[in-house]
């Protein structure tokens, strides 16, 4: 276990020092080539600010409102029978636009539930088998200036529904 320990200290700058010895036996300017490359990515930065602002600012406005807590009353009784409890419904959509966010709602469950109800245990492996869909996708089709997204939002949203029902089995079986 030592062993593995000292490999993963040691790895970064073996990796540093690897790519900087192949750029100078390649004759490539490493140096110039990392600075092209923190330009276009603080290019990319300030185009991406604005969306991040605006996805932060929505969620903000809807959880502040009550509008999540709204929805996981209206939508409770029929995701209760499935095995998702009324609380986490809240958590799945908060989850798809803001993983920070989700991480406020994570918070209250397990102050509320407790991390080891059953509630507590489903939201750990929520957070972990879901992905922020509208997050991911705006942020990086804008940056890649990607304007016909095709089958990407179909193939994301069942990709959460795949999670969201594996963490309800999950869960299940650990109770």
């Given at each position: 276990m030592r062993a593995l320990a000292h490999i993963s200290d040691i790895i970064i700058p073996m990796l540093i020092f690897f790519i900087v010895g192949y750029g100078y036996v390649t004759k490539v300017k490493v140096y110039e080539s990392f600075l092209d490359g923190a330009k276009d990515g603080l290019r990319i930065v300030l185009e991406i600010v604005p969306t991040l602002i605006g996805l932060m600012v929505a969620v903000g406005m809807?959880?502040?409102?009550?509008?999540?807590?709204?929805?996981?009353?209206?939508?409770?009784?029929?995701?209760?029978?499935?095995?998702?409890?009324?609380?986490?419904?809240?958590?799945?959509?908060?989850?798809?636009?803001?993983?920070?966010?989700?991480?406020?709602?994570?918070?209250?469950?397990?102050?509320?539930?407790?991390?080891?109800?059953?509630?507590?245990?489903?939201?750990?492996?929520?957070?972990?088998?879901?992905?922020?869909?509208?997050?991911?996708?705006?942020?990086?089709?804008?940056?890649?200036?990607?304007?016909?997204?095709?089958?990407?939002?179909?193939?994301?949203l069942l990709a959460t529904l795949a999670g969201t029902v594996a963490s309800i089995l999950l869960a299940a079986r650990m109770v």
């Open positions: 809807l959880r502040a409102s009550g509008f999540f807590e709204m929805l996981g009353r209206v939508l409770g009784p029929l995701t209760e029978r499935v095995g998702l409890p009324a609380q986490l419904t809240p958590l799945l959509i908060v989850k798809m636009f803001s993983s920070s966010a989700a991480t406020g709602l994570v918070l209250d469950i397990f102050k509320n539930a407790g991390p080891d109800s059953y509630a507590g245990m489903l939201t750990s492996i929520l957070m972990s088998c879901t992905e922020t869909v509208f997050y991911t996708m705006s942020v990086y089709f804008l940056a890649a200036r990607v304007t016909k997204t095709r089958y990407t939002l179909t193939g994301a």
